[in-house]
């Protein structure tokens, strides 16, 4: 599983690269982010486009992931100017049709890989049909967004209802490579849902790209302990490695068990 780290930051992102994480996302959405994810206590980001090249300078083997706004008569200079600056992938977010993502790959045009963010009803519907076409080079399942088109009580309900599951099946069957929701750091133990056994479930369906999730961010970025970082990065190899190795029998003991911590979580929140 490739690891890839959200940041802005290029001393932080130089030390990431250094301990083995292997790509590196900037993240330009904004674009009605805020209004429909207002009240959520989720992350906006405020990376800009001059945060590009500056990246780009400071990585070596890492690759550079970018995310852009969601397609509008904008994008087009957005894409290329993106592009230009040195980005190896470029993701489109919120997505609701196929045109949209025809029309983003054709603003591309082959000049960096596509990453495509599922992250609304619509475009899971869809789904299908963007993978018999190929109209992405990648796929990653965004479960914030997609717990509020949905309208399901925690980000967790796809992992537990199945609809992952199919749709991972999907992505496995066609050989494109995915990740799902992100990965929080292993040594905290604040967390309501064991962030190990979401790792596990990650692992068992066979995700190839795990996005290192907001605690990275928020208690490393500006004040990280020295080894800090290359501990916790050790931490998530290791228990990948486990559960990659791990027999089925322990990988469904594992989702069994977060299916009943999921549930344990969703009861107390509505009490």
Same mark, same amino acid.
């Given at each position: 599983?490739? !690891? ?8 932080? *992102?130089?030390?990431?690269?250094? &301990? $083995? ?22 992350? #906006?980001?405020? @990376?800009?486009?001059?945060? &590009? ?35 190896? %992938? ?17 603003? &591309? ?6 990453? /495509? !963010? ?21 796929? @990653? ?8 088109? !949905? ?7 796809? /992992?537990?209802?199945?609809? #992952? ?12 490579? %995915? ?8 040594? @905290? ?7 190990? @056994? ?9 995700? $190839? ?17 020295? $080894? ?21 029998? *322990? ?12 549930? $344990? ?7």
């Amino acid at each position: 599983m490739e !690891l890839c780290l959200i940041t802005d930051k290029t001393e932080f *992102a130089a030390e990431a690269e250094k &301990v $083995g994480i292997e790509r590196i996302m900037l993240d330009l959405e904004r674009t009605g982010k805020r209004k429909r994810q207002m009240g959520r206590d989720l992350f #906006i980001s405020d @990376h800009i486009i001059a945060s &590009v090249p500056r990246m780009r300078a400071v990585l070596g083997k890492a690759r550079l992931v970018v995310r852009v706004n969601p397609l509008s008569h904008k994008s087009c200079e957005e894409i290329d100017a993106v592009i230009e600056a040195g980005a190896d %992938f470029m993701m489109l977010p919120y997505f609701h049709s196929v045109d949209e993502v025809r029309g983003f790959r054709s603003l &591309v045009a082959a000049r960096a890989k596509t990453i /495509l !963010l599922v992250e609304t009803k619509s475009a899971v519907e869809i789904l299908p049909t963007l993978v018999k076409e190929r109209l992405g080079d990648e796929v @990653h399942i965004g479960l914030n967004d997609l717990r509020i088109s !949905l309208g399901n009580r925690t980000i967790f309900d796809p /992992l537990c209802n199945g609809m #992952i599951e199919r749709l991972s099946a999907l992505l496995r069957g066609e050989k494109i490579p %995915f990740g799902v929701g992100g990965i929080a750091r292993l040594s @905290h133990d604040r967390l309501p849902i064991n962030p190990e @056994h979401v790792l596990a479930e990650q692992v068992r369906l066979e995700a $190839g790209i795990g996005w290192l999730g907001r605690s990275f961010r928020e208690d490393m970025e500006n004040r990280r302990r020295p $080894g800090e970082l290359a501990c916790e990065v050790e931490l998530i190899r290791k228990a990948i490695n486990k559960w990659e190795s791990a027999p089925e029998e *322990a990988l469904a003991a594992n989702r069994k068990i977060l299916r009943e911590e999921v549930a $344990g979580w969703e009861a107390a929140i509505s009490a």
